[in-house]
């Protein structure tokens, strides 16, 4: 069971929620460590667990026509295993949740807590049966996004940063990535998810529509990247390799979009090569701001 707790949370995406919130906090100060920390933790583990682990479980039965399913992205849940997973994605998450939510009452920072209620709705809303966002298109893809930019803006919000029209940029361009990720993560599973009856922006656009509508999106991204605040134009260039890498499948099927499958794993390797990018361009921008 803990193996597959593992990996229905998946590890190779703990960072994408983690790091969001951390840098969110840490670049606007003014939280107690342990706070920091717990929140951290929360992004790391348990929210990507709740997340991924309710997908996991109501989406069993494409699950199985799914090749890809079964390792690193993704656990295939049991039948017999299904309540325990649903309960513990459930539950291991709420003890952070009540002391993360309590401290926004304490200080009286109720905005904080709204934009938590907002991101676990989504965490909960985009596999439940009865809700299943997963299955709208479009909703699909901007409730994904928002299980990424969520953290970050969670973490904004709790420290009291100041919204700049910039951050806002940042904000919004991150949100389109994170639009542009599920789509294109959407095309691979073209055959398996019509097979399970599930529908998605890929199963109602097609395979290669789907992938130009996400190579626009990384392009408008990145260019909003071109609005924040010096250094953070630099970011604009970091949309190229996930341009690049949506466009070597311009020319997919339906038939064959299996094969954007390859594209997916170079998308899950490249985000660690742009977050170290990132961190350094974040240590560039602190280090401005002081001078």
């Given at each position: 069971?803990?193996?597959?707790?593992?990996?229905?949370?998946?590890?190779?995406?703990?960072?994408?929620?983690a790091y969001?919130f951390?840098?969110?906090?840490?670049?606007?100060?003014?939280?107690?460590?342990?706070?920091?920390?717990?929140?951290?933790?929360?992004?790391?583990?348990?929210?990507?667990?709740?997340?991924y682990?309710?997908n996991?479980?109501?989406?069993?039965?494409?699950d199985?026509?799914?090749?890809?399913?079964?390792?690193?992205?993704?656990?295939?849940?049991g039948?017999?295993?299904?309540?325990t997973?649903?309960?513990?994605?459930c539950?291991?998450?709420?003890p952070?949740?009540a002391?993360?939510a309590?401290?926004?009452i304490?200080?009286?920072?109720?905005?904080?807590?709204?934009?938590l209620?907002?991101?676990?709705?989504?965490v909960?809303?985009?596999?439940?049966?009865?809700?299943?966002?997963?299955?709208?298109?479009?909703?699909?893809?901007?409730t994904?996004?928002?299980h990424?930019?969520?953290?970050?803006?969670?973490?904004?919000?709790?420290a009291?940063?100041?919204?700049t029209?910039?951050?806002?940029?940042?904000?919004?361009g991150?949100?389109?990535?994170?639009?542009?990720s599920?789509?294109f993560?959407?095309?691979?599973?073209?055959?398996?998810?019509?097979?399970?009856?599930?529908?998605?922006?890929?199963t109602?656009l097609g395979?290669?529509p789907?992938?130009?509508?996400?190579?626009?999106?990384?392009?408008?991204?990145?260019?909003?990247?071109?609005?924040?605040?010096?250094?953070?134009?630099?970011?604009?260039?970091?949309?190229?390799?996930?341009?690049v890498?949506?466009?070597?499948?311009?020319?997919?099927?339906?038939?064959?979009?299996g094969?954007?499958?390859?594209?997916?794993?170079?998308?899950?390797?490249?985000?660690?090569?742009?977050?170290?990018?990132v961190?350094?361009?974040?240590?560039?921008?602190?280090?401005?701001?002081?001078?």
């Amino acid at each position: 069971m803990l193996s597959t707790l593992f990996r229905a949370s998946r590890p190779l995406s703990w960072v994408n929620t983690a790091y969001p919130f951390a840098a969110a906090v840490l670049l606007t100060g003014g939280l107690p460590w342990w706070l920091v920390v717990l929140g951290t933790v929360f992004f790391l583990v348990p929210y990507n667990l709740a997340m991924y682990g309710i997908n996991d479980v109501f989406d069993y039965e494409s699950d199985l026509r799914n090749p890809r399913k079964g390792g690193v992205e993704g656990a295939v849940v049991g039948r017999s295993e299904r309540r325990t997973v649903l309960l513990a994605s459930c539950l291991v998450p709420a003890p952070f949740v009540a002391v993360l939510a309590g401290y926004g009452i304490a200080t009286g920072n109720p905005a904080s807590v709204a934009v938590l209620a907002v991101s676990l709705f989504a965490v909960v809303a985009y596999s439940w049966a009865g809700l299943r966002f997963k299955e709208r298109p479009f909703l699909d893809a901007a409730t994904s996004a928002t299980h990424f930019v969520s953290p970050a803006a969670y973490g904004l919000v709790l420290a009291g940063a100041d919204l700049t029209p910039g951050l806002w940029a940042v904000l919004a361009g991150f949100f389109l990535w994170g639009m542009a990720s599920q789509m294109f993560g959407a095309v691979q599973d073209v055959v398996p998810d019509r097979e399970g009856g599930l529908a998605s922006v890929a199963t109602v656009l097609g395979a290669r529509p789907t992938v130009w509508l996400a190579a626009a999106l990384y392009a408008v991204a990145g260019l909003l990247m071109l609005a924040t605040q010096w250094p953070g134009q630099f970011a604009a260039l970091l949309a190229v390799p996930y341009l690049v890498n949506a466009l070597r499948f311009r020319a997919v099927t339906d038939e064959d979009s299996g094969c954007a499958h390859a594209g997916w794993r170079t998308f899950l390797w490249l985000n660690y090569a742009t977050g170290f990018l990132v961190t350094l361009l974040l240590i560039w921008w602190a280090r401005v701001q002081v001078l």
